[in-house]
C-alpha cells in the first residue's frame, strides 16, 4: 500500500502530537496507564500551591496535584490525584509543606493508621505545616526582640557612659594613653639595648657559670673553712670568756681609781702631778745636779783626793 507524500505528513504531524500530549500530562505526574484516584482537601491558605506539584508520600513521590480552585467561601479546594496502585488508609492527612529553601510547595500524604482505606473521590483532611523559611522566622522573632532589647541597653549604657565621661575625664584618658605609648616606646628602646648588650649578657652569665663551677669545685676547702669557723666557735664558746670580761671590768675600775686619786692630788704620783711647785723644786734639783755633775767632769780633784805614797796632790786652781 503506497502513501502518499500529504498523508505520510499528516501520519507524522498526529504522531508528534501524541507524543507531545503524553510527554505534557506524564511531566505533569499524570498516569495516562493505570489510571488514577481523586481525592479532595482543603485548605484556608495554599502558600503558593501550583498545580502539577507533586503529592508524596514519605518523600516519594505517588502522585500530583491535578486542580486548585475557590470553593466559594474561605476554603481553597485541592484535587489529589494518585495511582491506583497507592492505597489511601483512612486518617490519612494533606499536608501542605515546603520542599526546598526556595518555598515550593508539595503535598505530603501522612498516611492514617485504618481501618480501611479512602474511596476514590473521597476528601482528606488538610493541614499546613510552616516551610523552613516560616520555621527560621518564628525562631528568629524571639532573637530579634532580644537583640532589640540588647540594643536599647547598650544605648543606654553608652549614653551614661558619655555622661560619665566628661571632657576632663576624656582629657585625662587621651593623656593616659599617650603616657602609655611613650612607655611602650621606652620599653622598645629597652628591649632594643638589651639586645645589643646580649653579648655581654651572654659573657656575664658565663662569668657566673665559672663562679659556680669554682664555687663546687671549691666545695671541701669551703667545708673545711666552715668547719674551722666552727672549732674556733666552739673553742669561744668553751672558754671563760665571762670571767675575762670581769677580770676586765675590774681591771678597768682599777685604773679608773688611780686616775681619780691623780686628778684628786692623792698618794705620790698625785701631788707630783699636781703640785705646780713640787714640779718647780724638781727642776731646779735637776739643773743643780746637772751643774753637780758638769764641774765634778771638769775638776775632780776638788772631790776626790787620791794619795801616791802618801803625799797629797793639791789643786792649784
Excluded: C, W
Excluded at 4 to 30: N, P, T
Aim: hydrophobic share 40%.
Amino acid at each position: 500500500m503506497t502513501f502518499s507524500k500529504e498523508m505520510r505528513i499528516g501520519l507524522l504531524v498526529a504522531i508528534a502530537m501524541a507524543v507531545l500530549f503524553v510527554g505534557f500530562y506524564l511531566l505533569k505526574g499524570a498516569n495516562l496507564f493505570s489510571g488514577e484516584n481523586e481525592y479532595y482537601a482543603y485548605y484556608d491558605n495554599v502558600q503558593g500551591l501550583t498545580p502539577s506539584a507533586a503529592v508524596q508520600v514519605k518523600g516519594l513521590a505517588v502522585g500530583r496535584v491535578a486542580a486548585i480552585e475557590l470553593n466559594g467561601g474561605n476554603k481553597v479546594k485541592v484535587t489529589l490525584a494518585t495511582s491506583k496502585k497507592i492505597q489511601i488508609p483512612k486518617g490519612t492527612v494533606a499536608k501542605l509543606i515546603s520542599a526546598d529553601l526556595l518555598g515550593s510547595k508539595v503535598i505530603s500524604l501522612e498516611l492514617g493508621a485504618g481501618p480501611g482505606n479512602e474511596e476514590d473521590g473521597a476528601t482528606i483532611a488538610g493541614k499546613v505545616e510552616g516551610g523552613i523559611i516560616d520555621n527560621l522566622s518564628v525562631e528568629i522573632a524571639p532573637l530579634i526582640q532580644d537583640i532589640r532589647h540588647v540594643v536599647a541597653s547598650l544605648d543606654t549604657v553608652v549614653a551614661g557612659v558619655n555622661n560619665i565621661l566628661g571632657p576632663d575625664t576624656r582629657q585625662r584618658l587621651s593623656s593616659s594613653v599617650a603616657s602609655l605609648d611613650v612607655t611602650m616606646q621606652n620599653f622598645s628602646q629597652l628591649s632594643q639595648k638589651l639586645n645589643a648588650e646580649s653579648a655581654q649578657i651572654a659573657a656575664i652569665i658565663h662569668n657566673a657559670n665559672s663562679i659556680t663551677t669554682n664555687l663546687a669545685n671549691s666545695n671541701q676547702q669551703v667545708s673545711n673553712i666552715l668547719k674551722n669557723a666552727d672549732n674556733i666557735s666552739s673553742q669561744l664558746s668553751g672558754a671563760p670568756l665571762q670571767q675575762t670580761l670581769q677580770d676586765l671590768q675590774n681591771t678597768m675600775s682599777q685604773i679608773r681609781g688611780i686616775i681619780e686619786k691623780v686628778n684628786t692630788n692623792q698618794g705620790s704620783l698625785g701631788m707630783i702631778v699636781n703640785d705646780k711647785e713640787f714640779y718647780n723644786n724638781l727642776q731646779v734639783t735637776l739643773k743643780t745636779l746637772n751643774a753637780l755633775m758638769a764641774d765634778v767632769n771638769a775638776h775632780p780633784s776638788r772631790y776626790i783626793n787620791v794619795t801616791i805614797f802618801g803625799k797629797k796632790n793639791k789643786d792649784t786652781h
